[in-house]
């Protein structure tokens, strides 16, 4: 058997499958998701089932979301599983997540993501941030270490400004590329996102601050004067209090926020 093949399952590169293997790792990520019965949980890309089973016998059922069909059939036919699974064979990036939704309880999303997809998947997820309790997932740390960065920081940019608009991202537990098989090439990481009220999060339209933060960033080493001249002149952005000298990395999220507005009530 090659390093590929784990539980007799062949590794799917363009799956993004790298399977855990390694049970402190795993407690710790149980610990840290504390299922409880009764929890309205979903994982996506449960995998082989690394995290799943120690859920599920935790929380007495789950909801998944696996793109693979032979693993997804591997889970419903599962001798100690398959009853207590939910599970759905397709794409998480184009699940409705609020489908899943019910009176009593928010979501409690968890997953080891497939690296290759993570930001357009949490880009996704955050859409569904009202419907949603906490999230975990296992990510490549240089992701985590980007949704967590402040202005100032080199590692700060879309990622950060939109995580931090949705969520409290704190990261939780350090993952070496040895815990898993086959091994990653890079560290990886745990965050835990705990979504913010709707109250707090004031942007009129959260696609003007998307599209704000991607001009500002595309070109980070440029001045705000240069990277926001598609969207606003250099009067504008001096009308909003903010010097149009500085770069997109030393601008706030509030600041963003505040441009973002701007242009929704005046260039709408
Ligand atoms: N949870 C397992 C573990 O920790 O061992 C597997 C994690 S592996 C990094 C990523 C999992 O996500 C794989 O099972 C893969 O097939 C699945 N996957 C990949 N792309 C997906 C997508 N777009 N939607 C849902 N699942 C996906």
């Not at 059922?61 to 693979?68: G, Q």
């Not at 940019?157 to 608009?165: A, D, K, W």
């Given at each position: 058997m090659t390093d590929k093949v784990h539980l007799g399952h062949r590794a799917r590169k363009r799956f993004g499958q790298n399977f855990l293997?390694?049970?402190?790792?795993?407690?710790?990520?149980?610990?840290?998701?504390?299922?409880?019965p009764g929890d309205n949980l979903v994982e996506i890309g449960p995998g082989l089932g690394a995290i799943t089973e120690p859920v599920v016998e935790l929380s007495g059922?789950?909801?998944?979301?696996?793109?693979?069909r032979d693993l997804a059939e591997r889970l419903i036919e599962h001798p100690f599983m398959g009853s207590k699974l939910t599970v759905h064979q397709g794409d998480a990036m184009k699940f409705d997540f609020s489908t899943l939704v019910d009176e009593q309880s928010k979501l409690k999303i968890f997953g080891n993501l497939p690296y290759n997809v993570s930001t357009p998947l949490l880009f996704h997820l955050f859409e569904f941030a009202d419907q949603v309790e906490h999230m975990h997932f296992m990510l490549q740390k240089e992701v985590v270490n980007r949704m967590v960065a402040g202005p100032g920081s080199k590692?700060?940019?879309?990622?950060?400004?939109?995580?931090?608009?949705?969520?409290?991202?704190?990261?939780?537990?350090?993952?070496p590329p040895t815990c898993f098989k086959p091994a990653p090439k890079v560290d990886s990481a745990v965050v835990r996102l705990m979504p913010k009220d709707a109250a707090s999060r004031n942007a009129k339209s959260t696609k003007i601050l998307n599209?704000?933060?991607?001009?500002?960033?595309?070109?980070?080493?440029k001045t705000l004067r240069n990277s926001l001249s598609n969207l606003l002149t250099v009067e504008e952005i001096k009308q909003l209090g903010i010097d149009p000298s500085l770069r997109a990395e030393n601008i706030s999220l509030t600041q963003f926020i505040e441009i973002a507005n701007w242009i929704y009530d005046n260039k709408q």
């Open positions: 293997n390694d049970e402190s790792i795993i407690d710790k990520i149980v610990t840290a998701i504390d299922p409880k059922k789950l909801t998944v979301v696996e793109l693979d590692a700060y940019g879309r990622l950060s400004v939109m995580t931090q608009y949705y969520c409290h991202a704190i990261p939780v537990i350090e993952v599209t704000v933060c991607l001009e500002a960033f595309n070109q980070r080493r």
